[in-house]
C-alpha cells in the first residue's frame, strides 16, 4: 500500500481501551462523509460495533476471506469502525502494516502487540484526507472480502 506522508503532527490519542483521539478530530460533516461512504461499500452490513463503544459505526463482511483475521470477537466480521471523533479503527493485511504506520496516518490499538489485528486511522480533517482513509478502507475491504474495491 502506498500511501502519502500525513501532514501536521501527530493528534494526541489515548493510550488504552477505548482507543480514542482527543486532538485533531473529524468535523460533523466529515465523518458524515465517510459514513456515507462506509455504508454504500459493496456485499457488507453495516451496524453497531460489536468490539468498540456504541457509538462507533461498523462495517461487516458476511464472507469474509478465508485466511483474513478481522476484529475481535469474531475475528471474521468487523473489518472497520469509525468512531464519534472520526478516527477509524481497521484490520488490514499484515504485510501492508509497516508501510501504514510508516506513512504517519495511524498507530497501532493498543491491543496490537498481543495479536489483535487492528490499526487506528487518524480522524480525517478534511476531504483531501477523506481520500486517504477510503485508499486505506480499501486495502481494509480487499482484506476482509478477497475483492478489490472498485473506487
Known sequence: MELPERKGDRPETGPEVP????????PPEIRE???QWLSALPGTVTGRS???VPTSYAVFAPAAARDAVLMP???SAEFVHVHAD?????S????DHAAFLASGWGEKHPLYD???NVVMFYAPRDEAEVEVAKTVVAASYAYATGHMLIM
Open 19 to 26: 482507543h480514542i483521539q482527543f486532538t485533531q478530530t473529524s
Open 92 to 95: 488490514l493485511d499484515p504485510s
Open 86 to 90: 472520526g478516527s477509524l479503527h481497521l
Open 33 to 35: 462523509s465517510v459514513r
Open 73 to 75: 470477537p469474531r475475528q
Open 114 to 116: 498481543r495479536g489483535v
Open 50 to 52: 460489536e468490539i468498540s
